[in-house]
């Protein structure tokens, strides 16, 4: 089968359109026909290997995993022992490691089956970035007014969605090209190229921007939330989790909570979000979609941070 893969670190040159074996769905296992992969951040994080407190895991000098990808929909051609929610011909979405290829093995517990109202492109792009706009705002429930800095992006534009669905006033912050699309999204909108961040707010989601921990905490309310969920650009050891590692050193000190976030994509959460989906409540927001042949274009296109809200590649 086609697949993207790398050996080696690096930017999209890295990566290669190459014939691999098929995988085979182990216990526990679907092994699904990928119609359509998101293309997350955390795309160019594993490609590049950056930042470094991540090479353990990924790898030290070589990524363990050599295909890229994790977020997908995709039809189901065979399940595993012990697999019970699914059979072959289902259609579903969810995460597996290696999703940019034509095939791919995806774990029982992280796939549900795909909202009947989505293409497979547009569920694709869900997963990973809905899970964590989702996981996010649990951190500060019952806020009545919510701050989404990076509200144009991937995870931006469903917190935008999911705040609204909870009954917050959202504010987005986002640059001139996104304003419309975030106001579309039932969010006021702070052009951050063009305006200053005024009020207080009891929850902030800082997605982008890597703004200093001094200046959000005084836009947050005595005892409101700020989560750390991300943001380009920091130094080559630690990336963005600078702050979050300082807000986690000065949360016992106050009434603030100021805490980090680490994603994951649980079956229930999928189903979760298949539901407020199948009402209308939250919509996907596709920007592109590449052939999976032209994958490096479209981590080189997410990465420039232009994409208004998603993009995916289809094999
Ligand atoms: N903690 C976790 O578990 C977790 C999980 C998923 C993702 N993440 C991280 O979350 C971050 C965002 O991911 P994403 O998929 O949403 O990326 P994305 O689609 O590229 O969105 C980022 C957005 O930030 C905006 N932005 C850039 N500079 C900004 C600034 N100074 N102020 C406000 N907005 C700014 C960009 O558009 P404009 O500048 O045009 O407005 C862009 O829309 C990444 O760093 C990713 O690694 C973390």
Redesign the pocket.
Same mark, same amino acid.
């Given at each position: 089968m086609k697949a993207i893969v790398q050996d080696t670190y690096g930017e999209a040159d890295v990566l290669r359109f190459e014939d691999i074996d098929r995988p085979v769905a182990g216990r526990g296992e679907l092994l699904v026909e990928v119609r359509a992969a998101g293309v997350?951040?955390?795309v160019?994080?594993l490609m590049a290997g950056m930042p470094l407190i991540g090479r353990p895991a990924m790898g030290w000098s070589r990524p363990k995993m050599r295909v890229r990808g994790l977020e997908l929909a995709g039809r189901v051609v065979a399940v595993g022992e012990g697999v019970t929610r699914f059979k072959e011909g289902d259609e579903v979405f969810g995460t597996g490691w290696g999703a940019f290829a034509e095939y791919v093995r995806v774990k029982e517990d992280k796939a549900a089956h795909k909202p009947a109202n989505l293409s497979f492109e547009q569920a694709a792009a869900v997963p990973?970035?809905a899970c964590?706009a989702l996981?996010?705002l649990r951190k500060g429930e019952n806020a009545a007014r919510v701050l989404v800095?990076?509200?144009? @992006? @991937?995870?931006?534009?469903y917190a935008v969605q999911l705040a609204k669905a909870s009954g917050a006033q959202v504010t987005g912050?986002?640059?001139?090209? *996104?304003a419309d699309l975030v106001r579309g999204l039932g969010a006021e909108v702070v052009d951050?190229t063009s305006e200053e961040l005024t009020g207080t707010y009891d929850l902030i989601l800082d997605?982008? @921007?890597?703004?200093k921990l001094g200046t959000l905490r005084k836009h947050l309310t005595r005892d409101g939330t700020l989560v750390?969920?991300?943001?380009?650009g920091g130094g080559r050891w630690l990336?963005?989790m600078q702050r979050s590692l300082g807000g986690l050193l000065l949360s016992p000190f106050g009434k603030q909570n100021l805490r @980090?976030?680490?994603?994951?994509e649980p079956a229930a959460d999928l189903e979760h979000l298949r539901s407020l989906i199948e009402a209308g409540t939250v919509t996907p927001v596709l920007d592109r979609t590449f052939p999976l042949a032209q994958a490096a274009d479209a981590v080189r296109y997410?990465?420039a941070? *232009?994409?208004?809200?998603?993009i995916v590649v289809v094999p």
């Open positions: 997350d951040a955390g160019w994080h990973v970035s964590t996981q996010a800095i990076g509200a144009g @992006g @991937g995870v931006g534009t912050v986002c640059s001139t090209a *996104k951050y997605i982008a @921007g890597l703004r750390f969920v991300g943001g380009e990336g963005g @980090g976030l680490f994603a994951t997410q990465h941070g *232009k994409a208004r809200g998603k």
